[in-house]
């Protein structure tokens, strides 16, 4: 007996075509705007900031003077070198009207100015000079600051003098008499010279010959040349230079 399953099938049939294809579906797009980036600014490279060069200005070095030479006092001090001794002031040196002015406040008080440019052994030193109102003024050959030196000097009260300095300490000098005569007219105003030449020492006021001195046992055979003023009791002393002049003879 044949049976007959025709609804059934049917709805197999159906249910089968429904499933075929599937309906779209609605997609949804999204457009995304794009946000603009920003960058950082670029980074330029460092510039070198300019230098400024500064160079300095080196005043010019003073033409040495000749080994034998006279100092007029015209210009300036190059190569003097001012030091002293004794007294409570300094004393004050100065160039004026064409002189070389030692202004010395205290009593008891020595000036030493020596020329630092050239050493000597046979040397012949001279020096116009005026001074008042008391005290010496005088010239120095065969300066060494460790060994000693001679110094001549001329005092307002007729005294001539030649003696061995030595520095014991700064600012303290021990002098040794060598000689000492009062035979000189007083005054100081005039010219003085000290010729150093080999054992003697001449000693020279207003171009006279005083003494002719042996000086073997001191032991100075070289140094600098230089000159001095000093104070006694009346103060204050003032010393001009006209001018010093360095020669062989």
Not at 91 to 100: H, Q, W
């Amino acid at each position: 007996m044949k049976k007959f399953l025709l609804p059934g099938f049917l709805v197999f049939f159906l249910s089968a075509c429904t499933m075929g294809t599937p309906a779209p579906t609605a997609v949804s797009v999204v457009e995304t705007v794009g946000t603009e980036k920003t960058l950082p600014p670029a980074i330029e490279a460092d510039t070198p900031t300019p230098t400024l060069t500064v160079t300095a200005t080196i005043p010019p070095t003073p033409t040495p003077p000749p080994l034998y030479f006279t100092d007029d006092f015209d210009t300036s001090l190059d190569y003097w070198q001012f030091l002293q001794t004794g007294g409570l002031s300094l004393p004050v040196t100065s160039i004026e009207n064409g002189s070389l002015r030692v202004d010395i406040p205290s009593e008891d008080t020595w000036s030493i100015g020596v020329h630092n440019a050239n050493s000597y052994t046979d040397v012949f030193v001279r020096a116009k000079f005026a001074a008042s109102p008391s005290g010496s003024v005088g010239l120095i050959c065969r300066y060494d600051e460790t060994l000693g030196w001679f110094e001549f000097n001329l005092a307002s009260n007729g005294t001539y003098s030649l003696l061995f300095g030595k520095w014991l300490a700064e600012g303290i000098a021990q002098y040794q008499p060598i000689l000492t005569d009062p035979s000189r007219t007083s005054g100081l105003n005039g010219e003085i010279g000290l010729f150093c030449e080999g054992n003697f020492l001449r000693l020279y006021a207003d171009g006279v010959l005083l003494r002719n001195l042996d000086v073997t046992n001191y032991g100075l055979t070289g140094g600098r040349v230089g000159i001095t003023a000093s104070s006694f009791a009346d103060i204050p002393m003032v010393a001009l230079f006209d001018w010093v002049q360095v020669s062989d003879q």
